[in-house]
């Protein structure tokens, strides 16, 4: 008895060491998208990178600053986002997450 | 509870912090405010963590709550987390993992933790890591970033090796000027520039350390394990979590976080409007003095005639706090809170805690404003001026109790 309860110890021991050495596992959280025009083409562009939270979580912005950032994710990190497409991006940005200003 | 409602709940609970249904945002001043305060905590736990308030997970960018910030040491579960990088690694093998010096120097070294622990001499410092965005929400109008609240701070007790002692280990080449750092945070797209901060060789001082603990414990994945660098006094950007690569040049390096990210203007206000940028800008670096109120929070009930303690923290860049005052008679008059020894020094929280009896039921503002050796001091939230970035806010803390009879 004695050698089966230190023998569950040790096991529960390099359980434990274990569970420290294999790293982590991130959790994914959804951040719900206004539905609108562009929705989906807006999504896939943006979680090609990041999670809609980091979107999101800039604020209410002008169209201007929403242009702006959909520029400096193709030009400064390079996303695929075709300049055809960066019109409807911007619209969907604007029209759900803007300030009502234009600039 | 109707369908509806329920899915309009299971919705707010799940986006964490969307700061775009906040009622602070829709209206728009030109004034800088309060921070937006008291944001719910997440029903999701993040590896290592307890739950905080979260803007992101890919990357993942927590932020703790005001709570936690009436102790010296902010605990590593509920410490703060912001990368910028997409691609971070969720395992490290302590037995491949090493850091690269490289560069202008005599010898190429490859240090793994252990060498870091056996062939180096062990330093410690307590220091605050604050992110330069930290309280951005406070200004109007809306800069870009994230929308932190009060929260994206934390103080911990750092270990690990002098900065200068590995330096000096590889020898320096003659011409030898910055230092770039990089960790393992990776971009999607392989030509993206990684996250990589740059250092002049004069500013390395003894207290910029590698640190592979923090409070006592290995670096939780997402604040930087196993190692990161440790620059007291600066914001937190220039903190590379992760830390796997030192390369020593002869020349300034072309950062894009460095050259167009985590600027302020280069000009005495470090100030700015959105009409009128400022032409000039300069890193944001050094922290400037600022002080937080951990306990009460706003919305707290207390009693009338009760001694009620405030408790909180007050930092700044380095040259330690001198002073905290309270006022609870919206900025009128000042107290003067008592302080802690400072014996953890001038890179740490200076605790404060400010005993008092309210004396009138109905709402009561508590305010904190601390004031640094340099006598630098606190001005009101208002009176903090606009940049773009929304970097640096260190307005005059204020919560709201209620006094009840």
């Not at chain 2, 890919?58 to 579960?77: G, I, Q």
Request: aromatic residues 10%; hydrophobic residues 35%.
């Amino acid at each position: 008895m004695k050698r089966l309860l230190l023998a569950l110890l040790l096991l529960q021991a390099l359980l434990f060491a274990s569970d420290v050495n294999k790293g982590i596992k991130m959790p994914y959280m959804e951040f719900p998208m206004k539905p609108g025009k562009g929705m989906y083409s807006t999504k896939g562009k943006c979680n090609m990178c990041h999670s809609w939270g980091y979107t999101i979580n800039q604020g209410l912005q002008s169209k201007k600053f929403w242009r702006e950032k959909v520029i400096k994710m193709i030009e400064v990190f390079h996303a695929p986002i075709k300049q055809k497409d960066v019109d409807e991006v911007v619209e969907y940005l604007y029209t759900n997450y803007g300030n009502g200003k234009e600039e | 509870m109707q369908r509806r409602d329920f899915f309009k709940k299971a919705i707010t609970v799940a986006g964490g912090a969307v700061v775009g249904s906040t009622a602070a945002d829709a209206k728009e001043t030109v004034e800088t405010v309060h921070p937006v305060d008291n944001r719910k905590v997440s029903d999701i736990a993040f590896p290592q963590k307890r739950p905080l308030i979260t803007y992101s997970d890919r990357p993942p960018l927590l932020e703790s709550p005001r709570e936690v910030f009436t102790s010296a040491l902010t605990p590593n579960d509920l410490f703060f987390v912001r990368w910028h990088m997409p691609m971070i690694p969720t395992y490290i093998n302590l037995n491949t993992f090493h850091i690269s010096v490289n560069g202008e120097v005599k010898k190429k070294l490859k240090l793994s933790v252990e060498t870091l622990r056996k062939e180096f001499e062990a330093v410690e410092i307590t220091s605050v890591l604050q992110c330069g965005g930290n309280n951005r929400s406070a200004f109007h109008p809306t800069p870009g970033g994230i929308q932190w609240g009060v929260g994206a701070m934390g103080c911990a007790r750092w270990k690990g090796v002098k900065l200068k002692d590995v330096l000096a280990k590889a020898g320096l080449k003659k011409g030898a000027s910055w230092i770039k750092f990089n960790g393992l945070e990776k971009p999607v797209y392989t030509k993206t520039d990684g996250f990589v901060r740059a250092l002049e060789l004069n500013k390395v001082h003894d207290e910029i350390i590698i640190a592979y603990e923090m409070n006592g414990e290995a670096l939780p994945y997402l604040n930087g394990y196993p190692v990161r660098l440790i620059l007291p006094g600066f914001y937190s950007d220039s903190w590379i979590k992760m830390l796997s690569n030192i390369t020593v040049t002869s020349e300034k390096p072309q950062l894009h976080f460095m050259d167009h990210a985590y600027r302020v203007p280069d000009n005495d206000c470090e100030c700015e409007t959105p009409d009128n940028l400022a032409p000039k800008t300069k890193p944001i670096e050094e922290m400037n003095v600022n002080s937080l109120i951990g306990y009460p929070v706003s919305g707290t009930k207390v009693k009338k005639g009760a001694e009620l303690v405030v408790r909180g923290v007050a930092f700044d860049g380095g040259s330690g706090i001198e002073k905290v005052h309270i006022s609870t008679n919206g900025g009128h008059t000042w107290e003067e809170a008592k302080l802690d020894d400072g014996t953890q020094g001038n890179y740490a929280y200076r605790t404060f805690i400010y005993p008092f009896k309210p004396e009138q039921t109905g709402l009561l503002s508590i305010m904190s404003r601390a004031t640094n050796h340099k006598g630098e001091i606190q001005p009101f939230a208002h009176e903090v001026k606009w940049n773009h970035g929304g970097y640096k806010f260190n307005g005059i803390d204020e919560v709201t109790v209620e006094v009840v009879a």
